[in-house]
């Protein structure tokens, strides 16, 4: 999973894709754990778009998504959020929500 800047995630919504956006702080020891749990479900799904930002350098996006804490992914679905997790219990938990 690449680091995306702000760049690179407006131009996705505005192609309109479908994309999985993971957002953490450096400092979070809850995100270190999460990122490794993602890497190992985006790797489950080769063929979606994963990326992810430290949110410390997308602020604006914050609060215009309104962002409770981190760690959080995003799951875009074409110009619009379709669901926000902030509880990853486990790769199988996560794996079966990216199923869906």
């Known amino acids: 999973m690449e680091n995306w800047n702000s760049e690179e995630i407006t131009s996705l919504i505005n192609e309109k894709k479908h994309f999985f956006l993971y957002l953490y702080t450096p400092l979070c020891g809850t995100c270190q754990v999460a990122g490794k749990m993602l890497e190992i479900v985006a790797k489950l799904f080769p063929n979606e778009i994963w990326g992810k930002c430290d949110l410390n ?19 875009f679905n074409e110009t619009s959020i379709e669901k926000k997790v902030y509880a990853f219990h486990s790769v199988p938990y996560l794996y079966e929500l990216i199923k869906k």
Do not use: G, H, R, T
């Open 57 to 75: 350098y997308i602020p604006d996006f914050a609060l215009e998504w309104e962002i409770e804490s981190v760690p959080c992914l995003l799951i």
